[in-house]
């Protein structure tokens, strides 16, 4: 039993009813409105009943300001994986960085053969699901910034470009139930999103334990794989009481709901729980008095046992930072934002527009306060090391000092206001990362 010390996360999981498409994305606003932190939505490119998933994704995104979107899951098989991570760049850079990327090998084979997908074998699915992973992950930028070869017998790259580059280091989680899906899991992915009343409560304890053994085995640290978890249920029934083995869907007043995901997130290691409904009242009635009530439990109980909910940094990522750097003592207001080599968003910060650069860690403020926090950050580090700062604004300087190799960068593109202080003397002030083209 375990509890990974995971951000408590709620979202909602809609059906992508093309019926009546206002209403879906309606139920999209709902969920923003309501607090939550993910949307997401199904996803059967065969459905004629349904709307495209991804179109539907971004359109929800320009119809929200806040909301994180996710299909859940993805069907690989009818989505060449390396235009999928191209689309999901572009949607993570217009939407400001509110994309997550949930990955499935497909079911329904006579559906999608009827689409014209090549069936595959079970084993050939999990085989094909690997091959996506690093497709992805490689168009990203993840592993460098030139030609790419990725080989596989199902996907794979023969000198592409990577790019378009991405906001942040967009999570993938898979949805996974065999033991080879769950060693994928445990060895390649950020999370693992099963539906509750597929797996229950004795497949979410085993499946767990298989993702970690997984992880272990290739130097991962467990945590670094986050527990989502797809859940349902109804206020208006009377609560079962042959306990999650038995009965996986919620119900009751919302005391029961709460009583019933709590051994989830602190025993089973559930941190992000998913609700599925298409019925307003439900999702805002979990919000109003279950998610508030729920995340007041789990704190109180993670403070009695000295929990530790310290931010996970990836393998990929760890492997990647260079000496003399205290990345561990970031301050957490910069932490988010901070860029590591191995960040997906690492080859679009790592040069200015004439030098090339290696720096070891790219800070982004996004106002005074924040740069404050930088500097006195930059200026901790060991003397001995002697670990260059750089300051980037426009990112044009032909001397190239924006940038270094193995130091600190202080990008400030985000303080690039233009404020008119006193019009009739045209006095301005203009922010260091303001660029011509606004």
């Given at each position: 039993?375990?509890?990974?010390?995971?951000?408590?996360?709620?979202?909602?999981?809609?059906?992508?009813?093309?019926?009546?498409?206002?209403?879906?994305?309606?139920?999209?606003?709902?969920?923003?409105?309501?607090?939550?932190?993910?949307?997401?939505?199904?996803?059967?490119?065969?459905?004629?009943?349904?709307?495209?998933?991804?179109?539907?994704?971004?359109?929800?995104?320009?119809?929200?300001?806040?909301?994180?979107?996710?299909?859940?899951?993805?069907?690989?098989?009818?989505?060449?994986p390396a235009v999928l991570a191209r689309a999901a760049a572009s949607l993570d850079?217009?939407?400001?960085?509110?994309?997550?990327?949930?990955?499935?090998?497909?079911?329904?084979?006579?559906?999608?053969?009827?689409?014209?997908?090549?069936?595959?074998?079970?084993?050939?699915?999990?085989?094909?699901?690997?091959?996506?992973?690093?497709?992805?992950?490689?168009?990203?930028?993840?592993?460098?910034?030139?030609?790419?070869?990725?080989?596989?017998?199902?996907?794979r790259l023969d000198g592409a470009t990577p790019g378009p580059g991405t906001t942040r280091r967009i999570p993938l989680w898979l949805g996974a139930l065999g033991p080879r899906m769950l060693r994928l899991v445990g060895e390649k992915a950020d999370g693992w999103l099963p539906s509750l009343g597929r797996v229950g409560l004795d497949g979410l304890r085993a499946g767990n334990a298989r993702i970690d053994e997984a992880a272990a085995a290739v130097g991962r640290d467990p945590r670094e794989v986050t527990r989502l978890l797809n859940v349902s249920g109804t206020f208006d029934a009377v609560p079962e009481a042959s306990g999650l083995g038995g009965a996986p869907d919620l119900s009751g007043p919302p005391a029961a709901w709460v009583e019933r995901l709590l051994p989830l997130v602190l025993d089973e290691g559930v941190s992000t729980l998913?609700?599925?409904?298409?019925?307003?009242?439900t999702t805002r009635r979990f919000a109003d008095e279950v998610a508030p009530a729920l995340r007041d439990a789990v704190d109180a109980a993670r403070a009695e046992r000295g929990t530790d909910t310290s931010r996970v940094v990836p393998l990929a990522v760890r492997a990647a930072r260079r000496d003399g750097i205290a990345y561990d003592d970031v301050p957490a207001s910069l932490a988010e934002r901070a860029v590591e080599p191995g960040d997906a968003a690492y080859a679009g910060v790592r040069s200015n527009y004439l030098r090339?650069?290696?720096?070891?860690?790219?800070?982004?403020?996004?106002?005074?306060?924040?740069?404050?926090?930088?500097?006195?950050?930059?200026?901790?580090?060991?003397?001995?090391?002697?670990?260059?700062?750089?300051?980037?604004?426009?990112?044009?300087?032909?001397?190239?000092?924006?940038?270094?190799?193995?130091?600190?960068?202080?990008?400030?593109?985000a303080l690039d206001q233009v404020e008119v202080l006193d019009d009739a003397a045209r006095?301005?002030?203009?922010?260091?990362?303001?660029?011509?083209?606004?």
């Open positions: 039993m375990t509890d990974y010390g995971h951000p408590l996360r709620f979202g909602t999981f809609v059906t992508p009813s093309a019926q009546d498409p206002e209403a879906t994305v309606g139920l999209a606003r709902v969920a923003e409105d309501a607090g939550y932190d993910l949307v997401t939505f199904q996803d059967h490119p065969y459905q004629p009943r349904f709307l495209d998933t991804w179109t539907l994704l971004s359109y929800v995104a320009s119809a929200t300001e806040r909301i994180h979107v996710a299909p859940d899951v993805v069907n690989v098989p009818m989505r060449p850079l217009l939407s400001d960085g509110r994309v997550e990327l949930a990955l499935g090998a497909g079911a329904f084979w006579d559906a999608m053969e009827a689409m014209g997908t090549r069936r595959l074998a079970p084993g050939e699915s999990v085989d094909a699901l690997a091959e996506a992973i690093e497709v992805i992950r490689a168009i990203w930028g993840e592993d460098g910034d030139g030609e790419l070869f990725v080989p596989g017998r199902h996907h998913i609700l599925a409904t298409d019925d307003e009242r090339g650069g290696s720096p070891g860690l790219v800070l982004r403020p996004r106002d005074t306060a924040e740069v404050v926090e930088a500097l006195a950050f930059a200026r901790a580090q060991p003397v001995t090391r002697r670990v260059p700062l750089s300051v980037r604004s426009g990112g044009h300087g032909i001397s190239g000092r924006s940038t270094n190799d193995g130091g600190i960068v202080l990008d400030l593109a006095l301005v002030r203009v922010g260091p990362g303001a660029r011509w083209g606004g």
